[in-house]
T-cell receptor, first 114, second 112 residues
């Protein structure tokens, strides 16, 4: 009974391809997030959705498009992949807005762009 | 100045010693602070949260917060080799939409 799950766990693809990562949480949380962790381990917020509405959209190339079909799911689609997109992408969720709440992280998706 | 700063380490301590991890932040309005632990190849997991000035203890872990100095720390007593990991400080910043900002993490090595 995984709390926050992501698929796939590993993704290896060529430059220029389009790929998607899926995330699901069964915690009943209202808010979901996508983070990117680069090779130096810096964890940076990309997007956040609260009850299917986009509330945080950091300075991310518009090749990245999140979609939240319902509050338990948040997917990330990436167009025209570039070498610099190689990183670990973490999905997370929290009960309510991130003002005082713990975030629960998924296992991560390691994306390698060749 | 970065929004949340940590020394990247590695911080090496002998088994049984106290490990002290530090974090400074730039947003004076921040009210919520968190410490996460991340083992290599794994996802971050929460160790402690702290919201008020002073100390908060949980087992071998103590979080300390000083809002006037914009400083939060984590002490690990009786450090064990299993504590070897990267420790991420997270601060909820309040300018605009509330959001988590993570520090770059401090890598801790506990030597047996």
């Amino acid at each position: 009974d995984t709390a926050v799950s992501q698929t796939p766990k590993y993704l290896v693809t060529q430059m220029g391809n389009d790929k998607s990562i899926k995330c699901e949480q069964n915690l009943g949380h209202d808010t979901m997030y996508w983070y990117k962790q680069d090779s130096k381990k810096f964890l940076k917020i990309m997007f956040s959705y609260n009850n299917k509405e986009l509330i945080i959209n950091e300075t991310v190339p518009n090749r990245f498009s999140p979609k939240s079909p319902d509050k338990a799911h948040l997917n990330l689609h990436i167009n025209s992949l570039e070498l610099g997109d190689s990183a670990v992408y973490f999905c997370a969720s929290s009960p309510g807005l991130p003002s005082s709440n713990e975030q629960f992280f998924g296992p991560g998706t390691r994306l390698t762009v060749l | 100045q970065k929004e949340v700063e940590q020394n990247s380490g590695p911080l090496s301590v002998p088994e049984g010693a106290i490990a002290s991890l530090n974090c400074t932040y730039s947003d004076r309005g921040s009210q919520s602070f968190f410490w996460y632990r991340q083992y290599s190849g794994k996802s971050p997991e929460l160790i402690m949260s702290i919201y008020s000035n002073g100390d908060k203890e949980d087992g071998r872990f103590t979080a300390q917060l000083n809002k006037a100095s914009q400083y939060v720390s984590l002490l690990i007593r009786d450090s064990q080799p299993s504590d070897s990991a990267t420790y991420l400080c997270a601060v909820v910043i309040t300018s605009g939409t509330y959001k988590y900002i993570f520090g770059t993490g401090t890598r801790l090595k506990v030597l047996a």
